[in-house]
């Protein structure tokens, strides 16, 4: 994961220094801790001047600085990881090779190929030089951050970066929707000081009619948000890129979604396991079941091997734990989707190496009170308490009492028991169940100082309780248990998987539920593919912004192209029961998956968002929705600063 920028100005007066802020690079370099650089490429005969800003996180290969210029004075910004599609050595460096393959090509039909052949998460900025054009963009699922923001007309200039600063009065940033790849030719715009997009989107087909009109819809949501003087077009010739993965296959079959072929005596009564088991036994089932373990498995393995492991390297931060320091973390809830990839990364990583589990919880109470402050107590405060006093079985004077009680949450609760099943599943493996404890008074003050800056342009009572909580969890810096006794541990490992995109696929959310009653199957599959569309800027954007700032890189298994592929081509039927009680008809057959690997009571876990599992949002939050624009992630604007 990297930290990359690029200022543009056209015909400006302005010193084009003056557009990147100083809280900019800051936020970059936490992101891109091992190299930083800065290239200004000024072309004063066509009047336009951009600056790059490469910032890195070294995670294969030896290090690359960036920005990369090559001979042809063609620039390169790369935030990605490439998994598949095209081929990376295990010694190179990915970004080598993709700048390499870029200055190879000769026409904008060859550029999009090659970007619609990557597979892996990517953000990039690509100066061609000959052209006098600024390409940038971000992959299908939009795995990598991006934003822009457009200067006034005055001034002429845009920026393109990882992570936002402060937001200068006016001129807002937003996210670079993750719907194609845009071109500006920089020659022109400084010729009729005007300011112009190409935009190439991602189609299943370039020949596919029923799409245009879709476009022309993405065309004039997107073209709304931008200043007016920034327009938005389509390439005449309507070149485009071709989606990595199959549309959705929404078949309804009769036979299927209504009741289960075979008897399920217990179904009405307790969920278990042995639900599951019933299931199993029926072939299909089982092989779907075993076509998707096979599936996920190759993404997971891609996604831990695929980066280097240096074997002399040990634990700094707790020496005597173990020989071995950590390279993979999950964040992990003991829920089924962060059991079944920690499940499979143990397949994969070497034995000898810890696995980290990251395990967040919010405390229930004010802390301030029982050290004795004399602030006085709002409602809020007084209903946190009592929540903290209904939930442990006393109030404890003793702060570290009443402090444990408070902290175990639905989501350390079940992350404990989900650790007994994958100790079961491996006793050789060392797992590192990290138990972080967050209070409100470190939540408030992290919140201000970092949390704010990278959930932004985002801005919901939702994003808040997400954003944070990930933001703690991926940190990483909690206790372990070490022979019965809890040690301060710091996760070192640099890749962080989250289980992000099986509800989205697999039906898991309550929604869907309303949404299949409601309107049946076909009113699911829409739910659906609205949803699986709609993930870069509700989630991943805004999720790989939280995890690159602790120079982490955040790998998204189930947004894998061949997993969600492979998922996409099966009917909603096969993947989800909803006429099923809750605990097994949701992502079922990742539920059946768990049961194969060995997974036993975790897989027949219902779904806890994160905010609810982890308590933040019980918090702060007492009356707000989720949907609400959230006060308490207001930036501060320039001047109060
Ligand atoms: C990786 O990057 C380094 C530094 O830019 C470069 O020296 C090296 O040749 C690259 N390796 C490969 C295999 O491209
Ligand atoms: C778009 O299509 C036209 C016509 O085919 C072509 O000449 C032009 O170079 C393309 N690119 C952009 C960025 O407009
Ligand atoms: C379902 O199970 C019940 C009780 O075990 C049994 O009596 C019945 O015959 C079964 N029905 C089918 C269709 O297998
Ligand atoms: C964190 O919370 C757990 C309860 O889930 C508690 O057992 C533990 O002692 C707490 N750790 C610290 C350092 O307070
Ligand atoms: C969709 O699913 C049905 C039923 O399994 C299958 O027959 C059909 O081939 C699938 N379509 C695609 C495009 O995969």
Same mark, same amino acid.
């Given at each position: 994961?990297?930290?990359?920028?690029?200022?543009?100005?056209?015909?400006?007066?302005?010193?084009?220094?003056?557009?990147?802020?100083?809280?900019?690079?800051?936020?970059?370099?936490?992101?891109?801790?091992?190299?930083?650089?800065?290239?200004?490429?000024?072309?004063?005969?066509?009047?336009?001047?951009?600056?790059?800003?490469?910032?890195?996180?070294?995670?294969?290969?030896?290090?690359?600085?960036?920005?990369?210029?090559?001979?042809? $004075?063609?620039?390169?910004?790369?935030?990605?990881?490439?998994?598949?599609?095209?081929?990376?050595?295990?010694?190179?460096?990915?970004?080598?090779?993709?700048?390499?393959?870029?200055?190879?090509?000769?026409?904008?039909?060859?550029?999009?190929?090659?970007?619609?052949?990557?597979?892996?998460?990517?953000?990039?900025?690509?100066?061609?030089?000959?052209?006098?054009?600024?390409?940038? =963009?971000?992959?299908?699922?939009?795995?990598?951050?991006?934003?822009?923001?457009?200067? $006034?007309?005055?001034?002429?200039?845009?920026? +393109?970066?990882?992570?936002?600063?402060?937001?200068?009065?006016?001129?807002?940033?937003? *996210?670079?929707?993750?719907?194609?790849?845009?071109?500006?030719?920089? /020659?022109?715009?400084?010729?009729?000081?005007?300011?112009?997009?190409?935009?190439?989107?991602?189609?299943?087909?370039?020949? *596919?009619?029923?799409?245009? *009109?879709?476009?022309?819809?993405?065309?004039?949501?997107?073209?709304?948000?931008?200043? $007016?003087?920034?327009?938005?077009?389509?390439?005449?010739?309507?070149?485009?890129?071709?989606?990595?993965?199959?549309?959705?296959?929404?078949?309804?079959?009769?036979?299927?979604?209504?009741?289960?072929?075979?008897?399920?005596?217990? !179904?009405?009564?307790?969920?278990?396991?042995?639900?599951?088991?019933?299931?199993?036994?029926?072939?299909?089932?089982?092989?779907?079941?075993?076509?998707?373990?096979?599936?996920?498995?190759?993404?997971?393995?891609?996604?831990?091997?695929?980066?280097?492991?240096?074997?002399?390297?040990?634990?700094?931060?707790?020496?005597?734990?173990?020989?071995?320091?950590?390279?993979?973390?999950?964040?992990?809830?003991?829920?089924?989707?962060?059991?079944?990839?920690?499940?499979?990364?143990?397949?994969?990583?070497?034995?000898?190496?810890?696995?980290?589990?990251?395990?967040?919880?919010?405390?229930?109470?004010?802390?301030?009170?029982?050290?004795?402050?004399?602030?006085?107590?709002?409602?809020?405060?007084?209903?946190?308490?009592? +929540?903290?006093?209904?939930?442990?079985?006393?109030?404890?004077?003793?702060?570290?009492?009443?402090?444990?009680?408070?902290?175990?949450?639905?989501?350390?609760?079940?992350?404990?028991?989900?650790?007994?099943?994958?100790?079961?599943?491996?006793?050789?493996?060392?797992?590192?169940?990290?138990?972080?404890?967050?209070?409100?008074?470190?939540?408030? /003050?992290?919140?201000?100082?970092?949390? $704010?800056?990278?959930?932004?342009?985002?801005?919901?009572? +939702?994003?808040?309780?997400?954003?944070?909580?990930?933001?703690?969890?991926?940190?990483? *810096? =909690?206790?372990?248990?070490?022979?019965?006794?809890?040690?301060?541990?710091?996760?070192?490992?640099?890749?962080?998987?989250?289980? !992000?995109?099986?509800?989205?696929?697999?039906?898991?959310?309550?929604?869907?539920?309303?949404?299949?009653? /409601?309107?049946?199957?076909?009113?699911?599959?829409?739910?659906?593919?609205?949803?699986?569309?709609?993930?870069?800027?509700?989630? +991943?954007?805004?999720?790989?912004?939280?995890?690159?700032?602790?120079?982490?890189?955040?790998?998204?298994?189930?947004?894998?192209?061949?997993?969600?592929?492979?998922?996409?081509?099966?009917? #909603?039927?096969?993947?989800?029961?909803?006429?099923?009680?809750?605990?097994? =008809?949701?992502?079922?057959?990742?539920?059946?998956?768990?049961?194969?690997?060995?997974?036993?009571?975790?897989?027949?876990?219902?779904?806890?968002?994160?905010?609810?599992?982890?308590?933040?949002?019980?918090?702060?939050?007492?009356?707000?929705?989720?949907?609400?624009?959230?006060?308490?992630?207001?930036?501060?604007? #320039?001047?109060?600063?």
């Amino acid at each position: 994961m990297c930290g990359i920028c690029c200022v543009v100005t056209l015909c400006s007066q302005r010193a084009i220094h003056d557009f990147l802020s100083e809280d900019i690079l800051c936020h970059l370099r936490r992101r891109g801790p091992d190299s930083s650089q800065e290239l200004i490429k000024t072309v004063s005969d066509l009047s336009y001047q951009c600056l790059f800003s490469g910032h890195v996180l070294h995670m294969r290969g030896l290090v690359t600085p960036q920005p990369l210029e090559d001979a042809s $004075n063609n620039v390169f910004l790369w935030n990605g990881e490439i998994f598949s599609g095209v081929h990376v050595g295990n010694l190179e460096n990915d970004t080598e090779v993709v700048f390499h393959h870029l200055a190879s090509c000769s026409s904008e039909m060859d550029i999009l190929s090659l970007f619609s052949s990557l597979q892996g998460p990517w953000a990039f900025i690509y100066y061609e030089a000959g052209s006098h054009s600024l390409w940038f =963009g971000r992959d299908y699922f939009g795995r990598r951050s991006l934003l822009w923001q457009f200067s $006034n007309e005055v001034d002429r200039a845009f920026c +393109l970066s990882s992570v936002s600063g402060c937001s200068e009065s006016g001129s807002q940033w937003q *996210e670079v929707p993750a719907s194609g790849i845009f071109k500006i030719d920089l /020659k022109a715009c400084a010729a009729t000081k005007s300011l112009s997009l190409t935009w190439f989107p991602w189609k299943y087909s370039c020949r *596919e009619k029923a799409v245009e *009109e879709t476009c022309i819809n993405v065309l004039d949501q997107v073209s709304k948000d931008l200043p $007016n003087h920034v327009h938005l077009v389509l390439n005449e010739s309507k070149l485009c890129l071709r989606a990595p993965v199959i549309p959705l296959n929404k078949t309804v079959s009769k036979a299927s979604g209504a009741c289960p072929s075979s008897n399920f005596s217990n !179904i009405n009564g307790v969920v278990s396991v042995e639900t599951l088991q019933e299931f199993l036994a029926e072939e299909h089932k089982k092989n779907l079941a075993c076509q998707f373990i096979d599936v996920l498995n190759e993404a997971v393995k891609r996604r831990v091997l695929c980066l280097c492991r240096d074997p002399d390297q040990i634990t700094r931060e707790v020496p005597s734990m173990s020989h071995k320091r950590a390279h993979i973390a999950v964040l992990f809830s003991g829920g089924i989707d962060s059991m079944v990839l920690a499940a499979l990364a143990d397949k994969h990583v070497p034995l000898e190496e810890p696995i980290d589990l990251l395990n967040v919880a919010f405390m229930m109470k004010e802390q301030a009170k029982h050290r004795g402050t004399t602030k006085r107590q709002t409602g809020h405060e007084v209903q946190l308490h009592l +929540l903290c006093t209904q939930e442990s079985s006393q109030d404890a004077a003793a702060d570290t009492g009443t402090h444990s009680s408070c902290f175990d949450v639905p989501d350390r609760i079940t992350g404990r028991a989900g650790l007994k099943e994958l100790e079961a599943i491996n006793p050789s493996r060392t797992w590192n169940f990290v138990e972080i404890n967050v209070t409100l008074e470190e939540l408030k /003050k992290m919140r201000k100082e970092r949390i $704010n800056y990278l959930i932004y342009p985002l801005d919901t009572v +939702l994003d808040d309780s997400i954003g944070c909580a990930i933001w703690f969890a991926s940190r990483g *810096e =909690g206790f372990i248990s070490n022979q019965g006794e809890l040690k301060p541990y710091k996760s070192p490992a640099k890749v962080v998987l989250t289980g !992000i995109g099986a509800d989205e696929q697999l039906a898991g959310y309550s929604r869907h539920r309303v949404c299949f009653t /409601k309107d049946g199957l076909e009113g699911l599959n829409k739910e659906l593919e609205m949803e699986l569309g709609r993930i870069s800027f509700r989630n +991943l954007g805004r999720d790989d912004r939280i995890i690159g700032d602790h120079g982490k890189e955040a790998r998204f298994p189930f947004l894998d192209e061949d997993v969600v592929s492979f998922l996409s081509s099966l009917p #909603v039927s096969e993947k989800a029961d909803l006429t099923l009680p809750r605990g097994i =008809g949701e992502k079922l057959i990742l539920r059946l998956a768990a049961k194969e690997l060995g997974l036993t009571a975790s897989a027949v876990l219902p779904k806890r968002a994160v905010q609810f599992g982890s308590r933040i949002a019980k918090l702060e939050s007492n009356s707000e929705k989720a949907s609400d624009t959230c006060s308490r992630l207001k930036l501060p604007s #320039v001047d109060e600063l």
